[in-house]
Structures are given as C-alpha cells and as structure tokens.
C-alpha cells in the first residue's frame, strides 16, 4: 500500500470510531457522557447496540489494525517502533474488535459475579488494551527519537502516553467514579491524535 492510502485508513479507523462514540449516547435518553462509559452506549439491552458494533467499532477495530501492521513500514526502521505499532494493532485494533463483537451486560459492571461471557470478554480486552496502550505510545516514540525528521511525532507519542498513563492509572484506581466516562474519552481522544498524527506524518512522506 502507498503512503497515502495507509493514511487514509488509519484517519478512517478513528474516524468510525469517534462517529460511533458521539451518535451512541444520542440514541439513550438521559445518558451521561460524563459518568457511563462509552461501552454502555452498545452494551446488550441497547436498541441500536447492534448498528455502533458492526457498522462503527468492529469496522473501525478493524481498519486500525490495518493502519497499525501497516505503519512500520513506512516509518524509521526501529525495533521499538514495530514492537509499538504492533501491539497497537493487537491491543487496541483487535482488542477494539473484541469489544464491539463482545458487548458488555446492561450498565457495564465491573465485578465478575454474575457476568456473562461477553462480559467477562468485554472487561478482560478492555483492560489489556489500557495497560499495554500507554507502553506502546512510549515505545513508538523512543524508537522514533532517535531520527531527526521525526523529532515532532516521537514528543506526541511520548507526551500521549504520559499523559493518558495517568488518566488510565486514575480510571483503574476507582471504575465506578462518578467520573469514569470523561476519563474514558480522554484516554481515547488521546489515541486518536495519535493515529491521526502519526497517518498525516506517513503522507507527507515519500512512497
């Protein structure tokens, strides 16, 4: 694939993605964005549930593991860098997935007691995608420091994955704050200006 085209997918994965978080809580009454996590938006009892899982995060899951095996290639050649970018696209591309084919029960709880297995899948994948996200942002930008035309895109990712290491420390500390939802978007509208940065570096590149 050409640089243009890699760009393009990753732009269009986060772009499902955020398309999908925003019109979900649209479709609940009195749903708080602020306090219900994202995933309550498609858990099982959900009316339009089924139509964010396949038309929004499964595709978009999808296309950011694309996006993710794809990246590396057009990038510095750096162990760190594939090591990141690969466990983006396991993590978060098909751990993204996961979650859209796996919803969580009505309200998304927390403990295991009487969860079913999409449940137990959903929070499983979930939290294996927040601990390893932040690793592979600090990862990508290490890997890419050491090239000088990189500089700016190494301080983003590096930057990112402080920053929403933090936010992700803050979310597992209490998941039932009262707060969880706006932590949650944080966390994912800092994955997206990642993607979106690393895609428009890619298309400026030559190939």
């Known amino acids: 694939m050409n640089n243009k085209l890699v760009a393009y997918i990753g732009i269009l994965g986060v772009s ?6 925003i019109v979900g809580p649209l479709l609940i009454d009195d749903y708080s964005i602020v306090s219900q996590y994202i995933s309550e938006s498609f858990a099982s009892d959900t009316e339009y549930g089924w139509y964010l899982q396949y038309f929004g995060y499964v595709p978009s899951g999808i296309l950011i593991t694309i996006f993710c095996f794809s990246a590396p ?9 594939v090591a990141g970018f690969f466990g983006l696209a396991l993590f978060y591309g098909l751990g993204t997935v996961l979650v859209g084919l796996f919803p969580c029960d009505a309200g998304c709880p927390t403990d295991v007691i ?3 297995l999409a449940q137990l899948i959903h929070n499983a994948v979930a ?3 927040y601990i390893f996200f932040p690793i ?7 890997g890419l420091k050491k090239f000088e035309n990189y500089g700016r895109l190494s301080q983003i990712a590096i930057v990112i994955g402080i920053i929403s290491g933090i936010f992700i ?8 704050s009262g707060y969880r939802g706006i932590l949650q978007r944080i966390i994912e509208t800092s994955f997206f ?6 895609a428009l570096r890619i298309r400026k590149s030559k190939g």
């Open 16 to 21: 499902l993605f955020a398309i999908a978080a």
């Open 73 to 81: 290639k057009k990038l510095p050649s750096s162990k760190l860098i």
């Open 114 to 116: 009487d969860s079913s």
């Open 127 to 129: 939290s294996l995608t």
């Open 136 to 142: 592979c942002l600090i990862s990508i930008g290490l």
């Open 169 to 176: 420390f803050s979310l597992f500390s209490d998941p039932n």
């Open 193 to 198: 200006v990642f993607i979106v940065s690393s």
